[in-house]
């Protein structure tokens, strides 16, 4: 099965300052439908996750704009130009190319 | 607006059986996959199992297959998880996420199953 890695495991951010999330998998994502279905999402303490973005780079509604996706392949990245405190939980990318789906192992945001 | 009320989490006997109920609203749900969720305590997301609009089409993760039953009834916006010989390794926080074009978009608030003895 594919495998998703993300990096750091652990992320402690400063306020105000800028975060970056690495998320790289074991095959290319690009579906036979030239989308790639790369997705990440947060979950604050004891809440559901929530998709923050959607085919690599496309924000959802009612996401701030200073988180944003890039990459292509088999690299992703995650950013956050500001980190602010509502920001802190754990970051989850996540493959819908392939079956079955999979996730990474998470990243932990806290302030320091 | 999208919601998910996932139910019939609980404490089970290795081995034992549990069937979970996820009730959909805010959208049509005959139109979308959708998906089981799990995690357990303390640890990340796995993705459990999914089932095409009309039920046609149904995967599973390797460590359930055999084991867990994925289902759906439209007439009622309902989706359901019958779990069998259930294993201490099944103890997670089970949620049921709609399935969008791009795909999982929302979730529930998740049942939690505990399988213990």
């Known amino acids: 099965d594919l495998v998703m890695t993300q990096s750091p495991l652990s992320l402690p951010v400063t306020l105000g300052q800028p975060a970056s999330i690495s998320c790289r998998s074991s095959q290319s994502l690009v579906h036979s439908d030239g989308n790639t279905y790369l997705n990440w999402f947060q979950q604050r303490p004891g809440q559901s996750p929530r998709r923050l973005i959607y085919k690599v780079s496309k924000r959802d509604s009612g996401v701030p704009d200073r988180f944003s996706g890039s990459g292509s392949g088999t690299d992703f990245t995650l950013t956050i130009s500001r980190v602010e405190a509502e920001d802190v939980g754990v970051y989850y990318c996540m493959q819908g190319t392939h079956w079955p789906y999979s996730f990474g192992q998470g990243t932990k945001l806290e302030i320091k | 607006e999208v919601q998910l009320v996932e139910s019939g989490g609980g404490l089970v006997q290795p081995g034992g059986s549990l069937r979970l109920s996820c009730e959909a609203s805010?959208?049509?749900?005959?139109?979308?996959?959708i998906s089981w969720v799990r995690q357990a305590p303390g640890k990340g997301l796995e993705w459990v199992a999914n089932?095409?609009?009309?039920?046609?089409?149904?995967y599973y993760v390797d460590s359930v297959k055999g084991r867990f039953t994925i289902s759906r009834d439209n007439a009622k916006n309902s989706l359901y998880l019958q779990m069998n010989s259930l294993r201490a390794e099944d103890t997670a926080v089970y949620y049921c996420a709609r399935d969008g074009l791009a795909g999982i978009d929302y979730w529930g608030h998740g049942t939690l199953v505990t399988v213990s003895s």
């Open positions: 089932i095409k609009q009309d039920g046609s089409e149904k």
């Open positions: 805010g959208f049509t749900f005959s139109s979308y996959w």
